[in-house]
């Protein structure tokens, strides 16, 4: 059971990337799939969540408008797609799975059970 990433890179301020989270070994469809991401010094950020359990995906305030989470239940992947990236989107980005619903509480990385090891995500001049 696991989760992979892949999508991230280097890219210019205002440039977009797409993140991808396979997952295998298991059916992750009925489960919540969330993105969190960490800077150098800081802690664990959530970032979005999507659910078929939920009405619509859940965002960080500060991804809002710019970021979109979708997934193909069938076909497993989740994306993030990231545009308008700035300076401080930079990080190493997670997929998460765990609970059915992403909820209220979307943005606590503990109720999330399975992650995948990261890409890392470096936005600059």
């Known amino acids: 059971v696991q989760l992979v990433e892949s999508g991230g890179g280097l890219v210019e301020p205002g440039g977009s990337l797409r993140l991808s989270c396979l997952p295998s070994?298991?059916?992750?469809?009925?489960?919540?799939m969330a993105w969190f991401r960490q800077a150098p010094g800081k802690g664990r950020e959530a970032v979005s969540c999507?659910?078929?359990?939920?009405?619509?995906?859940s965002y960080a305030d500060v991804v809002k408008g710019r970021f979109t989470t979708s997934r193909d239940v069938a076909k497993n992947p989740t994306v993030l797609q990231m545009n308008n990236l700035v300076l401080e989107d930079t990080g190493v980005y997670f997929c998460?799975?765990?609970?059915?619903?992403?909820?209220?509480?979307?943005?606590?990385?503990?109720?999330?059970?399975?992650w995948g090891q990261g890409t890392q995500v470096t936005v600059a001049s």
């Open positions: 998460a799975s765990g609970p059915l619903r992403c909820g209220q509480f979307w943005n606590q990385s503990e109720r999330f059970s399975t």
């Open positions: 070994g298991f059916a992750f469809g009925g489960y919540a």
């Open positions: 999507i659910s078929i359990w939920d009405e619509s995906p």
